[in-house]
């Protein structure tokens, strides 16, 4: 069965990878600790479930494959896909659907892992989604895109990238570990990063681990900023739910990384066939989105533009869709998309039609997957309770008038004082505890729009470092008068 799948994956890769596995199985052998017991040594592949990563996992697959071919045996397998709230079923599918392609199911030297919440379980595409892990998730995207106007990137992708390293730390401790993981990050844009996470330790003030610990210090690094980030996000009054998200670095200093970057091209043009015959990927409208095709969130991203163009600064949905839309098309090109993708992205956005389709869609999504409803997603752009409430009045005024009246009491409410009603009415439109919005009237409130770079903390020097934004200038109001302002996203 083994030959017969990589018979027919020879067939399926571009041309030019076919010799490319060849010289990427020696090179790894060379890499492996064990090279002479290839049964003893693990490798793991970490899995997402969008494109590139399954297109990464089947050139490693076939050299999994070449290796047993040429020796007849071949290293143990491991795959690891960590699962989040903006995961939809169509993914599950998606990778299943690869699994069974390149008949990983089957195979006693494969491993194939679910990371759901620093928790490890075999992969099964049915099952559902925990409801720890959508509480989880629910509460740092709420708790983030309360301190930056419902911000893309703050809201969505900060925690979301901590919970990828864990996941990483996770899966490669698990069980007796792993010897070597692979990478498609060419061995640049790995030390790129490293050094960026070194650089953002120390411009939070905190101290990164030492560099001769490689990837196992890396982790470490990542946990103080985790820790750092998430009591800026939640508060100093909550410790058990920091440490629920810290960063996993139980693994060996010897640990090391293998790119597969030489050996492969990532343009998804030149492996369409691959994609979509072979491994019977779907691009499905729920789970592509913009530079995604394995996560929502992008589509709620664009959903929260339009509510903030929309509900703060009066003018219409459609116009900050528009804006997300411009950016996202930019960043698709940036990321060398084949172009029969991007146009399907720009019609799908390019009627008022397709723009109520989809507001439909992310308020569906936000509704399942996050349990939050249109009220709660408002009350988010408006930010109106951190940072001392400053924007509580401009709220009240826009969306709750009858509540004007008691602005002083809910400030009093914020701070302390006890009006179970109050607090009652609050947490509804807010979907927050009084603990958690307490802690948000505490902590920091920062805007995309203002320069951040004197500012302390961890998450302003993301927000400043980050590739993945575009200033531009809004509207601010129905006459049209102007601010700064930023785009971000993925």
Known sequence: MSASILSDLRKALPEHDVPAVQECATTLLEALPRPDELGQNTVMVAYGGGKDSSYALAFVRAVHLAVAERHGTTFKLRVATMRHGGMP??????????????????????????????QVRPFDRDR???????????????????????DGRATFCNACNLNVADSFGVAAGHGGGVDLIITGDSPQEQRDYALWIRQLARSAGLKPAEGRKGFQGTLETLNSL??????????????????????????????????????TSYASGAHWSL????????????????????????????????????????RSYGEGIGQYVDFGIELMRRKHFPEH????????????AGV??????????????????????????????????????EFLVQEYPELLEAEDRIREVLAGATDRALAARLERISGLSL??????????????????SGLPGVLPQVMITDPNQKRISAKRNPAGDEVPDRVSGR
């Not at 920091?242 to 090391?256: C, E, H, K, P, Y």
């Not at 603990?435 to 951040?452: F, P």
């Open 275 to 314: 994609l979509t015959d072979f491994l019977g990927f779907v691009f499905d409208e729920i789970a592509f989105n913009f530079t995604e095709s394995d996560c929502v969130n992008p589509a709620l991203m664009a959903h929260l533009r339009g509510l903030r163009t929309e509900r703060v600064y009066k």
């Open 356 to 393: 109520e389709s989809m507001r439909e869609q992310a308020t569906r999504y936000g509704e399942d997957a996050f349990g939050l409803d249109t009220t709660q997603l408002v009350c988010m752009v408006y930010s109106p309770f951190a940072g001392r409430a400053a924007n509580l009045h």
């Open 226 to 263: 985790a820790k750092a980030y998430f009591q800026e996000i939640h508060g100093l009054d909550n410790p058990e739910r920091i440490a629920a998200r810290g960063v996993a670095s139980n693994i060996s200093t010897a640990l090391q990384f293998y790119s597969i970057y030489d050996y």
């Open 435 to 452: 603990t958690d919005l307490q802690a948000l009237h505490d902590g920091a409130l920062w805007s995309a729009a203002t320069d951040m």
């Open 341 to 352: 993708l991007v146009e399907e992205m720009e019609r799908r956005y390019a009627t008022e």
């Open 89 to 118: 079923y169509q993914v599950m599918l998606n990778i299943d659907r690869c699994y069974r392609a390149l008949g990983l199911y089957d195979d006693p030297d494969v491993e194939l892992l679910l990371i759901e919440g620093g």
């Open 128 to 150: 559902s989604m925990p409801h720890r892990l959508i509480d989880f998730n629910r509460i740092d995207m709420l708790m983030s895109g309360h301190r930056t106007y419902g």
